[in-house]
């Protein structure tokens, strides 16, 4: 199973971008990279998932370079509310088996005024 | 739809006591997972369901726990007799995998228990 390193706090302040970096050096070659949200008394959130490259949406970039044994998830712009618990998560998402769903620890993210 | 819909919200009970938590999954949705977090521990896998059979219990800390899941739209996690290191949220959640694709997609979490054992 592919295991993450992340850093377990990072601070920031309201308007900055944010840049969590999560290191996966034996990811596999069917390994799928998925980012969650956690606010306090609430389950986590899905943010991003990808394979390669770049992916982006309304919430998120998700930044994979060539080698994959690492991702960047980028938040533009942070605000007040953006501070949560931050997950990556690797796993097969053709094959695999639920059990490569370890959370970890995560990155605290805090956004200071 | 309402989301992944727990209860109760929040349980306090006596050591030795049997609790049953509730999980209704996102309608359409065919994958059911348990969650634990504590601090200690962090956030942890129980058990997971596939089309209403339990795939993987390897997360299940010890007998006294069990989980069913009778019909598609709702499970229970059982714990007989609990334990004051029972004491965590629990929480529950649903995907849909689409054909061909495992149960590694966005997973949509429930509100969770909260379980406190004296």
């Known amino acids: 199973l592919a295991k993450t390193t992340q850093p377990i706090s990072m601070d920031s302040y309201e308007g900055q971008e944010v840049n969590i970096t999560c290191s996966h050096n034996n990811i596999a070659t069917n390994d799928y990279i998925t980012w969650y949200q956690q606010f306090p008394s609430q389950g986590p959130r899905f943010i991003i998932q990808?394979?390669?490259t770049k992916v982006t949406n309304e919430v998120a970039s998700l930044f994979i370079p060539a080698d994959r044994k690492s991702s960047t998830l980028s938040l533009p712009r942070v605000s007040l509310s953006d501070t949560a618990v931050y997950y990556c998560l690797v796993g097969d998402r053709l094959t695999g088996s639920a059990r490569q769903l370890t959370f970890g620890s995560g990155t605290q993210l805090t956004v200071l005024p | 739809d309402a989301g992944v819909i727990q209860s109760p919200r929040h349980e306090v009970t006596e050591m030795g006591q049997e609790v049953t938590l509730r999980c209704k999954p996102i309608?359409?949705?065919?994958?059911l997972f348990w969650y634990r977090q504590t601090m200690m521990r962090g956030l942890e896998l129980l058990i997971y369901?596939?089309?209403?059979?339990?795939?993987?219990d390897s997360g299940m800390p010890e007998d006294r726990f069990s989980a069913k899941m009778p019909n598609a739209s709702f499970s229970t996690l059982k714990i007989q007799p609990s334990e004051p290191r029972d004491s965590a949220v629990y929480f529950c959640?649903?995907?849909?995998?689409?054909?061909?694709?495992?149960?590694?997609?966005?997973?949509?979490f429930g509100p969770g228990t909260r379980l406190t054992v004296l």
């Open positions: 309608s359409g949705h065919d994958y």
């Open positions: 369901f596939n089309n209403n059979v339990p795939i993987d």
């Open positions: 959640a649903s995907s849909w995998a689409r054909r061909g694709t495992g149960p590694y997609n966005e997973q949509f």
């Open positions: 990808g394979y390669k």
